[in-house]
């Protein structure tokens, strides 16, 4: 089963605007990790958080991770056309390399 | 472009009968992924290598799948007399040794008819 479980949000945002998105997991992690995908393409790697950060910032993202509560959000600031993708989140679970993807979040940011 | 490449892009195919796609990952990275996504949902392990090695296969890897990797450099994946439910976005990731964030190719759309 998958660890990382995003509610399952589609958003649409006008541009400027702040997008956030959430995502919970169930077993213990090393480290959480959010990609996006634009629609018919791979993946591509947007942060990592390890288990013993609890925000981490890369320009226009900020992530947070809290877990006590197994969950973790992603906020994109200032968001623009090009932000439209879908977001996934994926966990890493100690001694172990394979991801666990969520469901994703479908954002469309509206010129 | 040193990315992940994988070929064919798409492949269309008749149930029951075979395919095979390739994946070339970045050079210097040890291990390499394959995935499967379905339309709406996120990407779902099928195994990894690291090097030449087959360290991990999910259970969703059915014996009608199989996967080399015989150089520790590009990887195959072929399925085997495929059924409907095979159609699905096969995705490559790679990584190097010590690091988890994982680089994925473009991917191989798959349809069984």
């Known amino acids: 089963s998958q660890q990382g479980e995003e509610d399952p949000q589609a958003l649409s945002i006008q541009e400027g605007e702040n997008a956030t998105m959430n995502c919970s997991y169930k077993?213990?992690?090393?480290?959480l990790q959010w990609y996006r995908q634009n629609s018919g393409r791979g993946l591509v790697h947007l942060i990592l958080?390890?288990?013993?950060?609890r925000e981490k910032h890369s320009g226009r993202l900020r992530v947070t991770l809290d877990t006590s509560k197994k969950s973790s959000s992603l906020l994109i600031t200032a968001s623009r056309a090009a932000d439209t993708a879908s977001y996934f989140c994926?966990?890493?679970?100690?001694?172990?390399?394979?991801?666990?993807f969520g469901k994703g979040n479908q954002v469309v940011v509206i010129p | 472009d040193t990315g992940v490449s994988q070929d064919p892009r798409h492949k269309i195919t008749k149930r029951g009968q075979n395919v095979t796609f390739r994946c070339d990952p970045i050079?210097?990275?040890?291990?390499l992924y394959w995935y499967r996504q379905t339309l709406g949902q996120g990407p779902e392990f099928l195994t990894y290598?690291?090097?030449?090695?087959?360290?991990?296969k999910s259970r969703l890897l059915s014996d009608r799948f199989s996967a080399e990797r015989p150089k520790g450099s590009f990887s195959t994946l072929e399925i085997q007399r495929t059924e409907q439910g095979d159609s699905a976005m096969y995705l490559c990731?790679?990584?190097?040794?010590?690091?988890?964030?994982?680089?994925f190719g473009a991917g191989t759309r798959l349809s069984v008819l």
């Open positions: 990731a790679s990584s190097p040794l010590r690091a988890n964030i994982q680089y």
């Open positions: 077993t213990s992690i090393n480290n």
């Open positions: 958080i390890r288990s013993n950060e």
């Open positions: 994926a966990t890493d679970a100690r001694g172990n390399n394979r991801l666990a």
């Open positions: 050079s210097e990275h040890n291990r």
């Open positions: 290598f690291q090097n030449e090695a087959q360290l991990e």
